[in-house]
């Protein structure tokens, strides 16, 4: 399994536990750095929403659908997302190409977007997708990329519509997706998957935490650790970076700057 998350890109379309999305970026490499012909040469017209990238496979999902939508801004997502830490990110341990290889856009996209293949009728009724602000999001994403830049938060150009106690899973499945506002998809006492608060500070972890918090080494939901305080990975704190202590010591939560948040990633692979 492929995991990541990230505050700025907390417009990825994917289902719990498998958002492509960044946390912190260490040092940033000038666009000039990439490959010199590119600027000069014309971006080909690859795909419905992005020239210059290789469009997804071809796939039998009805065109203009939600499902169709959503996979190919989760796919064009993870292909930036890969050739943003390729070019911009200097730090190999949150780098997508050299964690996820060659085939990072591929794997990153299998682990991401499957569902929307493997179930295209879960997504008609539930979601609402806004093909223009699909299409705005991932423009402004590839300008950032251009010149290893920050971008800010993206907006999600999707919108669920199912409220608290509504079943919004699948088969093993949990799509956060489909629940509106701040809800999660989560497992309730009959096994089934709803839409239900996250934790709040204090609260079990179950259906995971509140936006600003983590899951504590006693199982509830606690504070982000501090600058400085030893932690286990980057998810621990505040700055969302968890780096080298001191030889012979635990990591600590390292300090960042606004202009090292954007494309090096934070991903689990299991």
Known sequence: MVDASSDPRDASPTPRDASPTPRDAGPRRDARDADAGDADTPAPDSGPFLPGVDPPP??????????????SFCWYFAALSCEGSERCCDDPRRDLSVRLGDECTSVLADATCRPYLERPDAFGEGVLVDEEL??????RLRSALDECAV?????????????????????????????????VCAQ???????????GRLGDPCGPGCQAGLRCAEDGRCGDLLAVGEPCADDFDCATYRCGDGVAGEPEVCLDRTPEDISWCFVISIE
Do not use: H, N
């Not at 071809?58 to 996979?71: F, I, N, R, T």
């Open 151 to 183: 971008f800010d938060q993206l907006a999600k150009p999707f919108f669920g519509m199912l409220g608290p106690g509504d079943e919004c899973g699948g088969v093993g499945l949990s799509y956060d997706i489909f629940c509106r506002d701040a809800l």
């Open 134 to 139: 699909v299409r705005e999001q991932l423009e």
């Open 188 to 198: 309730d006492e009959a096994d089934a998957f709803v839409c239900t608060e996250p």
């Open 58 to 71: 071809e796939s039998e999902l009805e065109p203009g659908s939600p499902a169709d939508l959503l996979y």
